[in-house]
């Protein structure tokens, strides 16, 4: 059809796209801007000393032992997984008696830290984002302003400090039921022999590559809660704004969480 005599040219249509990007980056920044601003603050609680040592108490056990189920089904069949898969390989190299090392090293820096990770911000951080986010949308985070208690130092700093303390101890456990599920598979499927096995894993799997492990878990837990926590304070418009949130908090601690355990291995494994 032709534009009819007199007709304004609609330049929506025009500029849309880069208007669209725009607004997504603008958004993105001022996101970044206040998750920055909320951490600065609780982290100026912790280093305070101001510390809610009961809500930590009960978030490590929230966190740390509500997740045990999950991390011992998580970390049982990783170990398998690789065992059963590098043996595969290796034995038609002859090479045996790397089974172990591969397996315990993978474990140690990688399959245990990150899985964990996955599950927790898939569990936890989900949690905080649901439970913070309804209290925001009915308004229980303003009446603690009213009260004069900083949701900061009420609700996020105990998250962060419980995340950062439950997730290294969550990866240990994943550790631990990892190798016993990689030694079950190599020996009894693999067929590969128990001192092989168990000098493989001495051999090749320093402390410091289970210490670095447990370094990356740290930044991890502080991703988890920081996201959870800024999405449900943040959260807006009933209870479908919580969902968002908490969908948003799981796609976004997963997503750091990948991209920081990158860096992180440049860092500590180079």
């Known amino acids: 059809m032709k534009r009819m005599r007199g007709q304004p040219v ?8 880069l208007a669209a990007l725009g607004g997504t980056v603008l958004h993105g920044l001022a996101q970044a801007g206040r998750a920055f601003l909320m951490l600065a603050a609780a982290f100026r609680w912790i280093l305070r000393g ?4 009961q809500q930590t108490i009960v978030q490590i056990t929230r966190i740390g032992a509500g997740s045990m189920g999950l991390i011992f089904v998580t970390g049982l069949f990783s ?10 390989q290796l034995i038609e190299f002859g090479a045996e008696a790397f089974i172990g090392g591969l397996v315990g090293l993978s474990m140690a820096r990688e399959a245990a830290p990150v899985f964990t ?30 009260l004069a208690t900083d949701p900061v130092r009420y609700l996020v700093v105990p998250r962060l400090i419980a995340a950062a303390f439950a997730l290294p101890v969550l990866t240990i456990f ?11 598979v190599a020996t009894a499927t ?34 988890i809660a920081a996201v959870g926590c800024f999405r449900g304070l943040h959260a807006t418009g009933g209870a479908d704004g919580v969902g968002s949130s908490t969908t948003g908090a799981v796609v976004a601690a997963i997503t750091w969480i990948l991209v920081v355990n990158y860096f992180l291995d440049l860092l500590l494994f180079t």
């Open 117 to 146: 990770a996955i599950v927790v911000a898939g569990r936890a951080g989900a949690g905080m984002a649901a439970e913070i986010g309804t209290m925001t949308v009915t308004e229980q985070v303003d009446a603690l302003r009213v």
């Open 50 to 53: 101001h510390l809610e040592l």
């Open 174 to 184: 994943a550790n631990l039921v990892g190798g016993v599920g990689g030694y079950a």
């Open 190 to 223: 693999a067929g590969i022999n128990t001192d092989q096995y168990l000098a493989a894993v001495q051999r090749f799997v320093l402390p410091y590559d289970l210490l670095a492990g447990l370094i990356k878990t740290v930044f991890f837990g502080l991703i």
């Open 10 to 17: 609609s330049r929506g249509t025009i500029y849309s796209p």
């Open 79 to 88: 170990g398998m997984v690789l065992a059963l898969q590098s043996s595969r």
